[in-house]
């Protein structure tokens, strides 16, 4: 699989039979706020529109099948990915099937891939903080069998435009000491959070270093990523991984 302008491949050492992609906003057929690639059916976008899109990127990315597309609700609910008549409430999928499509969509909010080191399980998550303070991470990994796992971080809202209140901080720093180190005063009673950070340190708990991306900023770049922060009315980017 080569990088075009429509697309983002991890830049991870993965099996070479585990392959996986983000989509970036553009090469599709959405108009106005959600042009051009949006594949979210929830965010007031032509269905038919929708449709098209998701069927450019099958076909863009050679997709084995249509993907297993969540109800995203900033839970932490990890599910098996299956072919279902309707996306099940969910914020992570993962299988051990070949042929199997994971699929997670953001617009700010972080997007982990996760895959065995030998190539047997892979994972999507869809990480806010919301599902970051819930747990959607460990619980994602205490569904695969093989701790032995690379993560990429893919394009979420960078550090310097990250403002949450308080709470959010008290929240995390209340759960582990270690979060302290991913917060930065901003004014009052405001933090600029960092959620790679907050990513890495939970994956670090769970004894995973082998992490890579997080070098993005969706809200900053305009050309290639949709931002909720930013506009409010917008598409949703995929991130999808999936295995031989």
Known sequence: MKTNSHWLQPDWPAPSNVH??????????SQGDYASLNLAAYVGDNPDLVSQNRQIIKTLLNLPSEPAWLNQTHS????????????PQADASYTDQPGVVCAVLTADCLPLLVCAANGTEIAAIHAGWRGLLD??????????????????????????????GAEVRTAFVTKSADYIAA??????????????????????????SKVYGSNFCTVTDHERFYSYRRDK????????????
Do not use: C
């Not at 992609?21 to 090469?27: D, H, K, N, P, S």
């Not at 619980?139 to 990250?162: H, K, S, Y």
């Not at 009315?233 to 031989?244: K, N, V």
């Open 183 to 208: 917060f930065k005063k901003h004014s009052h009673n405001k933090w600029l959070a960092d959620i790679y950070q907050l990513a890495r340190l939970n994956l670090a708990a769970l004894g995973i």
């Open 135 to 164: 747990g959607v991470i460990d619980n994602t990994i205490a569904a695969m069998q093989n701790r032995d796992a690379l993560v990429w971080l893919g394009p979420a809202i960078g550090r310097e435009r990250f403002e949450v």
């Open 20 to 29: 996986a992609a983000m989509t970036l906003r553009t090469g599709g057929v």
């Open 76 to 87: 932490n609910r990890a599910v098996k990915a299956t072919a279902m008549s309707s996306p």
């Open 233 to 244: 009315d917008t598409g949703r980017m995929a991130t999808l991984i999936w295995r031989d």
